[in-house]
Nanobody, 124 residues
Framework: QVQLVESGGGLVQAGGSLRLSCAAS????????MGWFRQAPGKEREFVAT????????YYADSVKGRFTISRDNAKNTVYLQMNSLKPEDTAVYYCAATLGGNYYLTPAFYHYWGQGTQVTVSS
């Protein structure tokens, strides 16, 4: 089992940057595929980014491609989401998630563990 704690959210102006962190408990962090999702008020949770644990390849939602970067540091049990050129439509609660597996996982249902979320607000 793994516990996830996100941090790094906040209020930023459009065009600004934030870096989210997700710290995981446990000694088997490298065994988990990690993903970032977000949920805006009144909307369903949507996929943002994921990294395949076997080779580090990344996959992004079209809406964030070229602006967001997912990375992980297995020595620190942490996954990051660097967010640049932020837009008001990026405003949401951002969640990190973990699941055992060696592939990409784009759907929330594939993930077994979730953090509590961190609020990102982008003002225009």
């Amino acid at each position: 089992q793994v516990q996830l704690v996100e941090s790094g959210g906040g209020l930023v102006q459009a065009g600004g940057s934030l870096r989210l962190s997700c710290a995981a408990s446990g000694r088997t962090f490298s065994s988990y595929a990690m993903g970032w999702f977000r949920q805006a008020p009144g909307k369903e949770r949507e996929f943002v980014a994921t990294m395949r644990r076997t080779d580090g390849r990344t996959y992004y939602a079209d809406s964030v491609k070229g602006r967001f970067t997912i990375s992980r540091d297995n020595a620190k049990n942490t996954v990051y989401l660097q967010m640049n050129s932020l837009k008001p439509e990026d405003t949401a609660v951002y969640y990190c998630a973990a699941t055992l597996g060696g592939n990409y996982y784009l759907t929330p249902a594939f993930y077994h563990y979730w953090g509590q979320g961190t609020q990102v607000t982008v003002s225009s």
